[in-house]
Nanobody, 120 residues
Framework: QVQVVESGGGLVQAGGSLRLSCAAS????????MGWFRQAPGKERELVAS????????YYADSVKGRFTIARDNAKNTVYLQMNSLKPEDTAVYYC?????????????WGQGTQVTVSS
């Protein structure tokens, strides 16, 4: 199994920046990709960004392209989400998840979430 723990959320003014971190542990050899999701009150959870664990392939939701950057450090089993030019609509609980090679696309392993609040 894989465990993931997020950190780095908080309160920031619009236009500001935050960096989220996600540390993976356990059977990290089974990781296929890492993703950042978010869920705002009353809205469905959405995939914000993802990165393959063993390639340079990344994905960004249209709403964050050009503002957010996902990066991974395999040596530290950590993935980061750098969030710049934050907007009030970015306010949500952000979750990190690991996608395993046994069930690609399912994101079986989730962190507890970290709150990001962007004030106007």
């Amino acid at each position: 199994q894989v465990q993931v723990v997020e950190s780095g959320g908080g309160l920031v003014q619009a236009g500001g920046s935050l960096r989220l971190s996600c540390a993976a542990s356990g059977r990290t050899v089974i990781i296929y990709a890492m993703g950042w999701f978010r869920q705002a009150p009353g809205k469905e959870r959405e995939l914000v960004a993802s990165a393959r664990w063993r390639s340079r392939s990344t994905y960004y939701a249209d709403s964050v392209k050009g503002r957010f950057t996902i990066a991974r450090d395999n040596a530290k089993n950590t993935v980061y989400l750098q969030m710049n030019s934050l907007k009030p609509e970015d306010t949500a609980v952000y979750y990190c998840a690991a996608d395993s090679i046994a069930s690609i696309g399912e994101y079986d392993y989730w962190g507890q979430g970290t709150q990001v609040t962007v004030s106007s």
